[in-house]
């Protein structure tokens, strides 16, 4: 029986070891790869296109949805844009199905964050250079690279013939990482009617993280953290360090943690140390012990407690003398409006002679349902092509996506990312030198293509309400 067990190990370890082996392979060859050999492969062709159109706010924003309209100029795809103020453009298509009620709606977002290119060391921000496996500049994961791969999937189902059970929409929206005024905000207020249908919304967001090139997990996201920034300037800096002294913590009571977030943190507990780990499993515990609650990063305690994070002041424009700026970002519950705590800062920051340049709140957020078909078709399109990989509902902080006005509006609304990111590359995503690793990428692109085919497929209908008793799990346990 000993030596039984022990080649059993022996195998599994001689396995790992060929897999780790093929990976390191892979990533060998990919570095070797000339951007032309990469080009020979559409999606890259398209993406280095894409990200080479300047969509920084109005700029672009034009030219960008033209440039995906065009990719769906083919039968039976109904498309149009819609500019609801100069510049700012957004690409509404549809994929007739058998059925309109139970539709699927697509987003993504055409503009991208500022890039400053004095600050970028491997490319220029709308280059789309390819060095190493890497595709470089603003837009190539936030989010060109998702939109390129739901734009693929409804062209390629059209090509095929395919008659979805249930209407496919797209939106590529504009001015998501500004203000939100002039996209799904105010196509949902003046436009309503081409909503009509739509069931389930598949937006950006969701977290997996990967090491050794193989994903360790895939978390889909219902739920955001109330999100709130004050962008503040000053002729000097140390007005801004003073107020980020004296608004450390925001203080107030400590809320239950909601039942997506106690799921999500114990699934993550699997893949952090302890302490950390100890702490999200016992979250009720930890908010009702000072020392401990402040000992949690702010990713986790959002959800708990409202609290506040600053940026250090930077000369505005970057590398240049002048004027001082800052950020403080308030994260609060589920729930909970960060807009009083805003309110706030920027009356004491007014006092001190500070100005705020804008100001941005999500209003208090609430969750899309978990389980439901929706999510079980997501977690289905992982398992076929990362076996074994755990897959849950993870809330995010830190940020506010689009999917909080769906969300509003009673429509599931899921954060999902078929692209494996490690958390090198997460960081670069409004930073320095974004990029995206090809090989990633253009698997991607198929297994978003394999998703879309599979729910045009489904005969079952995606439903508003409140999750599908008969697929959750045991919530007692959680």
């Known amino acids: 029986m000993r ?23 892979l990533e ?22 894409y990200v080479r159109i300047d969509t ?19 039968p039976r795809v109904e498309s149009e844009v819609v500019c609801p103020a100069p510049g700012r453009c957004n690409l509404l298509a549809r994929l007739p199905g058998r059925q309109h009620d139970g539709s699927l709606l697509l987003l993504s977002h055409v503009d991208v964050a500022d890039a400053f290119p004095t600050l970028w060391k491997e490319a220029t921000p709308f280059s789309g250079a390819i060095k190493l496996g890497f595709l470089y500049g603003r837009g190539a994961y936030d989010m060109k690279s998702i939109a390129l791969a739901q734009v693929l999937a409804i062209r390629d189902i059209a090509l095929d013939g395919i008659v979805p059970e249930h209407d496919i929409l797209l939106l590529a929206e504009a001015d998501e990482e500004g203000k939100q005024e002039w996209g799904s905000r ?18 950006e967001g969701g977290t997996n993280e990967m090491i050794l090139r193989q994903p360790r997990f895939f978390g889909v996201e219902t739920l955001q953290a109330g999100y709130g920034l004050l962008e503040l300037e000053s002729g000097k800096a140390e007005p801004l360090r003073a107020l980020a002294e004296k608004w450390r913590k925001l203080g107030g009571e400590t809320v239950a943690p909601h039942p997506h977030v106690v799921r999500g943190f114990d699934m993550l507990a699997n893949h952090l140390p302890p302490p950390l780990s100890d702490s999200l499993r016992s979250l009720d515990r930890v908010r009702r012990t000072p020392a401990e609650l402040a ?20 000369a505005f424009p ?42 941005t709140s999500s209003g208090p957020t609430a969750a899309s349902p978990y389980p439901t078909p929706m999510t079980e078709l997501l977690r289905r399109s992982v398992e076929a092509r990362f076996p074994g990989v755990p897959f849950e509902a993870v809330p995010t902080f830190g940020g506010m996506t689009t999917s909080v006005e769906f969300r509003r509006r009673g429509i599931p609304t899921y954060g999902f990312s078929p ?18 690793y090809l090989r990633d990428f253009i698997e991607g692109v198929e297994a978003y293509r394999d998703l879309v085919a599979d729910f045009a497929a489904s005969p079952e209908t995606l439903s508003r309400d409140r999750g599908d008793p008969t697929l959750a799990r045991n919530e007692s346990a959680q």
């Open 28 to 49: 060998s060859q990919d570095r070797l790869r000339s951007p032309e050999e990469w080009l020979r492969s559409e999606p890259v062709r398209l993406l280095r296109a």
């Open 56 to 74: 920084t706010d109005a700029r672009g924003e034009r030219e960008g949805v033209l440039f995906l309209k065009a990719l769906l100029d083919c």
């Open 186 to 203: 105010w196509l949902l207020d003046h436009r309503p009617e081409w909503f009509a249908g739509v069931a389930a919304v598949l937006n």
């Open 419 to 436: 692209i494996p990111f490690n958390i090198t590359d997460a960081a670069r995503r409004h930073g320095n030198d974004e990029r995206i």
């Open 295 to 314: 000992m949690l990063p702010d990713r986790y305690a959002s959800f708990l407690e409202r609290r506040v994070w600053w940026t250090q002041p930077y």
């Open 318 to 359: 970057p590398g240049e003398t002048g004027n001082f700026r800052a950020y403080a970002v308030v994260s609060t519950p589920p729930g909970i409006d960060p807009g009083p705590d805003l309110d706030r800062i920027a009356e004491d920051a007014r006092a001190s002679g500070v100005r705020i340049v804008s100001r």
């Open 3 to 25: 030596r039984r067990c022990a080649a059993v190990v022996l195998a599994a370890i001689a396995a790992l070891s060929c897999h780790r082996r093929t990976a390191e392979d």
